[in-house]
């Protein structure tokens, strides 16, 4: 029962990632955040500022260490942001750490030996760390959903003191999208224990710092509206300082003077320091009124043990259209940001902006191209937002309006909902005007492919939702009636991804154009949102909120929210991924088309690229109707263009899996042979025939030495293709013999694609054949984890589990994956078998998927589930070795693939040693 399902899993799985593994994707977006932040120190009143840091690169957060000897800080200068420390005179510069996870926040020990820090290393939340500063060993020290922020260690190092959001909601402000940040002040103990709260829930008091006694805590406080109210520096207001008793908790508030007063600290000589940001002042202020260094670029500031300096860091922030390399998580993704919503054209060589200009209180619509001055081609009073392209690269579209919830100009209360309209104009600047009317907010249009329709979204008095508009007659269809946003329309024509709200949350879904199939992509709280398809439509980008706040909303650059990290995943929800994982907010990302990319190689014309990706999309969905329907559009696509190689390539991977839904394997693998001998003729260059080839002779042919000769010459022809190298690993270990270079060739597959269940779970299939049951269990079991709707990682489960006899636990996930993959056959067979085991056990259970496999012969003979190996299996398994013989003749007979799998398939351990499966095995043709 394990190869044949493992193989047509496996090759489920592999059409999935192929489009992961092209050359590196580029995303553009606006990431707002400084564009510099640079370390200074001044004596405590301001004077003698000098600059600690170099310019160029983002440091911040520095604390004095209790010696005065050190200061530890946060940068980015290296990539990701990382904890270093450097002297007071500017010398010793070290780096602490360096992990790509985000790491901010330290707080040294009183003996200058650990440093506590804040980390998203588990699981990309913010939680606590500890560092050895001797060993360089980091140990987690809290864990949990929620956020914990600004440690700080007590004088007497029993106690750290931390602020947290774990256990809070994170509530909407009031007429808005972003978060509030409810947050309270916690203690516990380096060592991990102790932890409790010591602030009333249900606002927010955070930034603690300790009394020199080590017997209470300073923190400042507001309500939890007031988290948004001053989140940046444009609004007076008055917040409270206040002193907690560790032991009592009985909290006294601080006679101050007025203003939204953060991150206070308890000088040496008992006064009272603190961080001005209101519209009024900003700065370092202090008890007495006197003041420190100001400015409204000054944050973080931490004073020295005697009280007698104070270090900073001081931001500039400088938004360019011209895009500006960032680091990314993953080197396959390169990050860019620009200015606001950014759309790329369709070649991907220049690219369409909105940019504000405070000078003349306009929205500028830019045209953006390397090696080219910036042009503006619209200027307007209104605002600009969320430009498209369409398909020929000769128009743009966009929403125009005062939009107040997205105004740029300024931040007054207005009213949520204006009239706005999706305008028009072409790439050269000529032709503006206005597509849609009447008194609704309309934005955030998108073309469809075929450039004659619009969809967009619409909010007001004539309804809510979603909108097609047809731009012949401006005929509208209602699409969606509740509160949707951000339509994009999918490369391929077939979906629409957009964002619904549900409750306080914000969804993406997806779409027919019909208005058919609505989809549920993501279920998490908080906000996703921002979306972007990638080129070939297999991907969708998009900013979520999901991982929550890095740091108090207060303390991150103008609009911190956890709103802010870019996301890719699969156009089905699945394969999720995390590209950024820092402090700032990024969004509106659009994915760079790859004008030389693999999926437009050979081809001029764009009508035939569009057939070829609507038979990719086709192909993808693994059905027998969708794979012929796939064929129709290649067809199609080289009708266009005959010698578009591509197109043969998808033909014959089509074709070569017809036979696995019941199709006529004599009639349909030499049509995927001829098609992907001609895709090779075309271009000799691609590695996918080559596999295609290569699967073909083994499953179709047993021509084993041909098969693996096509899969070592497709991953001769592109090294870095994950997919050729884990199909290679996948023939090796089913045939056996070559363990350790099946494991070589799976291993490399994963490097090239880590964070792919399939390749992963490939990983764990090649363990089994190797019969390392516990090392699959452990690769298949963090797979099902991390992506719980992969039907693939269950699979693999219940044959490993098969392999140590555990058999309780393989019906589990063989019900698990019944239930993933919707696959009814498989599941009449688990069902059986379950019967079978809860009355005669292991035995029984094979017994009743013998005779569900031979039901399944009788009433859909088409079926890959009446398989005649898998019937011999079981009886191999039952000890009946006459009737396990005869079903494998039977096998034989048909042609069943499963019989590719003889070596290595542990179930037939049991009739291994009879002198007829040497027989059937010579017969096979099996490399010996």
């Given amino acids: 029962m394990i190869r044949p399902f493992r193989w047509l899993l496996f090759l489920v799985a592999a059409t999935t990632i192929s489009s992961f593994c092209l050359a590196a994707d580029h995303i553009l977006f606006l990431r707002i955040a400084p564009s510099e932040a640079r370390l200074f120190i001044s004596n405590a009143d301001g004077s003698g500022e000098r600059a600690l840091t170099q310019s160029g690169a983002l440091d911040y957060n520095p604390a004095w260490s209790s010696s005065g000897d050190w ?105 808005r999208w972003e978060r509030l940040h409810l947050v309270d002040i916690y203690l516990i103990r380096p060592d991990g224990t102790g932890l409790r709260r010591i602030s009333a829930h249900g606002n927010f008091c955070g930034g ?40 009592t908790g009985m909290l006294k508030p601080l006679a101050v003077g007025p203003g939204v007063k953060m991150t206070p600290s308890m000088l040496a000589s008992g006064e009272l320091a603190y961080l001005r940001n209101d519209k009024s002042a900003h700065g370092v202020f202090y008890g007495t009124g006197k003041h420190g260094p100001t400015g409204s670029d000054l944050y973080s500031p931490s004073w020295s043990p005697d009280g007698t300096h104070v270090v900073y860091s001081r931001y500039n922030e400088t938004y360019t259209a011209e895009p500006v390399k960032l680091w990314s998580r993953n080197p396959n993704y390169e ?34 191209e390397e090696g080219k001055p910036t042009r503006t081609i619209l200027e307007r009073r209104e605002l600009i937002l969320g430009p498209q392209w369409s398909l020929d690269g000769q128009k743009i579209i966009f929403g125009i309006g005062d939009f107040p919830l997205f105004t740029v100009f300024d931040s007054e209360d207005q009213k949520p909902v204006a009239p706005a309209q999706v305008g028009m104009v072409n790439a050269d600047g000529s032709g503006f005007h206005v597509i849609t009317s009447g008194p609704n907010s309309n934005a955030f249009p998108s073309f469809a492919p075929d450039g004659k329709h619009i969809v967009y979204r619409t909010t007001g008095p004539d309804g809510t939702g979603l909108r097609i508009i047809k731009l012949d007659d401006h005929s509208i269809t209602v699409l969606t009636t509740d509160y949707d946003n951000f339509p994009v329309w999918s490369p391929r024509g077939d979906l629409i991804a957009f964002v619904r709200k549900i409750g306080d949350d914000f969804e993406i879904f ?24 990638s080129p070939d439509g297999e991907r969708i980008v998009f900013t979520s909120s999901r991982m929550g706040f890095k740091d108090e909303a207060l303390n991150g650059d103008t609009a911190a929210q956890p709103y ?108 995927s042979n001829a098609a992907a001998l001609k895709a090779i003729e075309l271009d000799p260059t691609l590695a996918r025939p080559h596999v295609t080839l290569g699967s073909n002779k083994m499953m179709y042919e047993w021509d084993f030495v041909g098969g693996l000769t096509e899969f070592r010459k497709a991953v001769e022809l592109d090294p870095t293709s994950a997919d050729a190298h884990e199909v290679y690993a996948e023939e090796l270990g089913l045939l056996g013999g070559r363990e350790q270079d099946a494991l070589a060739e799976a291993n490399r597959a994963h490097q090239l694609d880590e964070r792919s ?120 398994g039952l000890g009946d070795k006459d009737q396990a013989f005869q079903w494998f003749n039977t096998a034989f007979q048909e042609h069943d693939e499963g019989l590719v799998a003889l070596k290595t398939d542990f179930a037939l351990d049991s009739i291994r040693s009879d002198p007829r499966f040497a027989e059937l095995v010579r017969k096979v043709g099996l490399p010996q």
């Fill in 335 to 368: 990050l860019s940001t620009t200015a606001l919503l950014p759309a790329y054209d369709p070649t991907g060589q220049r690219f369409a902006v909105m940019k504000p200009d405070q000078a003349t209180k306009t929205a500028k619509l830019l045209i953006v």
């Fill in 757 to 876: 269940p399939a390749v992963s779970v490939v990983l764990g299939n090649v363990h089994i054949d190797a019969r390392r049951f516990d090392e699959a269990i452990a690769i298949c079991e963090e797979v099902a984890s991390e992506n719980p709707t992969f039907a693939g990682a269950r699979y693999c489960l219940a044959i490993a589990y098969w392999g140590k006899k555990m058999y309780p636990q393989v019906i589990e996930e063989w019900k698990a994956y019944d239930q993933l993959s919707g696959d009814r056959d498989d599941s009449e067979i688990t069902s059986a078998m379950e019967q079978g085991f809860h009355s005669s056990g292991w035995k029984g259970a094979l017994s009743q998927s013998i005779e569900t496999l031979k039901t399944q012969r009788k009433t859909h003979p088409s079926s890959a589930y009446g398989s005649a190996y898998r019937i011999a299996e079981a009886y191999a």
């Fill in 208 to 247: 603690p710092k300790w009394t020199r006694d080590s017997k209470s805590v300073i923190a400042y406080c507001m309500t939890a509206e007031e988290t948004w109210t001053y989140r940046g520096s444009d609004q007076d207001g008055d917040t409270q300082l206040v002193q907690i008793n560790v032991q």
């Fill in 510 to 533: 997806t779409i027919r154009p019909d208005g058919k199939d609505v989809s549920q992509l993501t279920h998490t709280k908080g906000n996703d949102a921002h979306l972007g398809w």
């Fill in 564 to 671: 802010g990290e870019i996301f890719v995943m699969r156009y089905d929800g699945t394969q999720v991924e995390q590209l950024t994982d820092n402090q700032w907010e990024d969004g509106g990302p659009s994915w760079q088309p790859h004008d030389q990319q693999a999926e437009k190689q050979g081809t001029q014309s764009p009508e035939a690229y569009q057939l070829y990706l609507k038979g990719r999309s086709y192909y993808d969905k693994r059905t027998l109707a969708d794979l012929e329907t796939a064929i129709t559009y290649f067809n199609q696509a080289i009708a266009k263009d005959p010698g578009y190689a591509l197109a043969y390539a998808g033909l014959a991977y089509s074709y070569g899996r017809l036979p696995d839904f019941g199709a006529s394997a004599s009639e349909n693998y030499p049509k």
């Fill in 71 to 175: 200061i530890v800080f946060t940068s980015e200068r290296g990539g990701s942001a990382d904890l270093y420390r450097i002297h007071p005179d500017g010398t010793s510069l070290e780096r602490l750490t360096d992990d790509p996870a985000f790491d901010d926040q330290a707080s040294l020990s009183p003996d200058d030996k650990q440093v506590v820090f804040v980390s998203t290393r588990a699981a990309g939340r913010a939680n606590l760390w500890v560092l050895n500063l001797i060993t360089r060993k980091a140990r987690p020290l809290t864990s949990g959903d929620g956020g914990d922020f600004r440690p700080a260690w007590s004088p007497n190092g029993e106690w750290i003191a931390f602020s947290s959001d774990r256990g809070s909601s994170l509530p909407p402000a009031k007429g």
